[in-house]
């Protein structure tokens, strides 16, 4: 084969959210170009924010993505908090870990059983999985609808819930609400750590990449909403300072605007870098489960992100279990304040990695400027890089296996395509 | 094949400028989702699977509204291939929340969001499908109800009309014994113009309806704005209230440009 061109080609990416293709050609064993190409339509969020009122904009931006919407609600409460010089109360604190719990393990569940474990075991899709693995696919169902029915117990329903609000929550459970949680939990405790240990025994390709990873931090906990922005290259700032230190760069060959650390380059956010760099945080069963799964950190193959999803799964199974049994009703269930302007930075751990929002506030309490920084937009160069490496290593293989396991490598990311959209180009051309 | 022998539906789920949740909807459904597989024949759904089958298809159920060029021409090419074409969900029946930049110059919203504004091609307008291509049914919801998504497939699949209430929130609301949080409270509530399928979640949760499902069968708009100055609010906040998830809806888009003018 060698001296030959070919063409590794996906036009719909799968078991992705949203709309992305893949383009890598190949010049023998040789990778002459890749083109990770977004499609899906930019919605053009930052600019319609403007002119609405601060207490729309968690609403607003949930809408970014029905994946993860207590994200943007939550990056965008927290903006607003510090714009508005709130304070929140330490139950609702704990109720919004409670709330990101929720989403992580629907988000996780849905990405480690649903979308991603076919690729290991050769199927198309969850759905053919079911037929030989059905025990597999409904355990992973039944974790996905704990989460879920955290997020509709504190929100109502589970995409784009309505109680999160500036300064709190709209409605905040009683103590005895959330205790019909706590067997479905204490099951999701037992089934993530049998995730673990499923998802630990799949074959993983070698490939073993030198990544910065970025994540929040906080002294005491597994990172949800507040903490420090630490890089494994020695970054440590606050949330306002984030756009000092990371740019969007205009790639000339791509044509897509990538998010890179100033004067060094990709980045890797989402449960690698937090796991990296956040593992002594993590309960004794999250770390149990990690070392008889012979995963300590630093974990530096993407391909096995699957197993340290399954890990942060029985974190948060853990962590929701925690809250359940520790919450006390807050003495209002939000904290009200008077408009003012002021600009206000948020970052929080959305389940694909950091969401930065920055607002900036009028006297009367309308949106000056928005920005948001989604974590899909800044693993995007880094999925490239990867891309870029991977393509080499199967470029002798059959072509639609090639292009499966590339597929696959975009897919160890998570890519949320309908959130980065804001930052990505519609068309990719070259030359 | 069923278990009758009949030829199982081919169905699409085809996806336009949105945010994926509607669609989810149908995988968040985890009871009912081996039923439902076990009933159709998924043809294309990339969100689901890797497998993608070129149509006709008997069943495409559709996201997302119409932004660009390439999705105006796409949108004919579902409808060509679709024999029953169904939307769902506020992007698709009403142009969701980006039908925004409909009152302003796109390509100065453009520009505030992307550094080299040249590279992005999109149209002036987000607008729902049905501007584009006849709709067999719409769903509403920001997200949709996934009772009513499961509604709307078995009735597809019976060949009946969906039991699909076009009423007001406050059906739902009485229904559920809340409180009127604009009668009692003061709080602006849409709720009166606003369709039911939620379950009337917002007055449960203290707060005013803010229009999730589009305006229902027969909104008095002019009635509720009037509510709404009532209780102090100003017209620009008014007009803000209308704009939300189906701002480009017609009811909503006018009351919303009446409040403008005042």
Known sequence: ?431 | MNSDGKKKPSIAVVKFASCDGCQLSLLDAEDELFAVIGSVDIAYFPEGSRAMRNGPYDIAVVEGSITTHHDAERIQQVRRLSRTLVTIGACATSGGIQALRNWKDVTELVRVVYASPQFISTLKSSTPVAEHVPVDFELRGCPINKQQLLELITALLAGRKPNIPTYSVCIECKRQGNVCVSVVKGTSCMGPVTQAGCGALCPAYNRGCFGCFGPMESPNMASLTKQFRTLGQTDAAISRSFRSFSAWAWQFRKASEECERT
């Open chain 1, 1 to 431: 084969m060698s001296g030959r061109t070919k063409t590794i080609r996906v036009d719909t990416l799968a078991r992705v959210e949203g709309e992305g293709a893949l383009q890598i050609k190949l010049l023998g064993d040789r990778v002459a170009d890749v083109k990770f190409r977004i499609f899906e339509p930019p919605r053009l969020f930052e600019a319609l924010l403007k002119g609405r009122h601060y207490t729309e904009a968690p609403d607003i931006t949930a809408r970014i993505c029905g994946i993860c919407p207590i994200a943007y609600q939550m990056s965008a409460v927290h903006a607003m908090e510090r714009a508005l010089g709130i304070r929140i109360d330490p139950a609702v604190r704990l109720l919004r870990r409670l709330f990101y719990c929720g989403e992580w393990i629907e988000s996780h569940a849905l990405h480690v059983y649903m979308l991603h474990a076919p690729d290991f075991l050769g199927y198309q899709d969850a759905f053919e999985m079911a037929r030989d693995h059905r025990e597999i696919v409904e355990q992973g169902l039944r974790l996905k609808k704990i989460g879920n029915s955290i997020v509709t117990l504190l929100g109502g329903r589970e995409i784009h819930p309505i109680s999160a609000a500036v300064g709190g929550f709209f409605k905040t459970p009683a103590k005895n609400d959330l205790r019909v949680l706590e067997e479905d939990l204490r099951w999701a405790i037992d089934a993530s750590v049998s995730t673990v240990k499923l998802v630990a025994g799949f074959d993983f390709p070698d490939f073993e990449q030198d990544y910065e990873f970025v994540a929040l931090t906080h002294p005491e906990e597994y990172p949800f909403n507040e903490g420090r922005l630490v890089s494994s290259r020695g970054l440590n700032i606050d949330a306002a300072e984030y756009e000092d230190h990371f740019v969007e760069q205009h790639v000339k060959h791509s044509n897509a605007l990538h998010s890179i650390v100033r004067g060094r380059g990709s980045y890797l956010v989402g449960p690698l870098a937090r796991f990296n760099l956040n593992f002594d945080r993590l309960p004794v069963v999250a770390r149990q489960a990690a070392y008889e799964a012979h995963l300590t950190p630093p974990v530096t193959n993407p391909f096995r992100s699957i197993v340290v999803r399954a890990v942060e799964l029985v974190f948060a199974c853990a962590e929701a279990l925690r809250v359940v049994e520790e919450y006390e009703p807050p003495a209002q269930p939000r904290v009200q304040a008077a408009a003012r302007s002021g600009v206000g930075q948020a970052i929080t751990e959305a389940p694909r990695g950091i969401l930065y929002h920055r607002y900036a506030l009028a006297e009367n309490g309308l949106i000056l400027a928005a920005k948001i920084v989604p974590p899909t937009s800044q693993n995007q160069k880094r999925i490239e890089d990867d891309l870029r490496d991977f393509a080499a290593q199967v470029a002798s293989w059959p072509l639609d296996e090639a292009t499966w396991k590339c597929e696959q490598a975009i897919r160890n990311y998570d890519p949320c395509i309908s959130c980065a959209t804001h930052f990505l180009r519609l068309k990719v051309e070259r030359e």
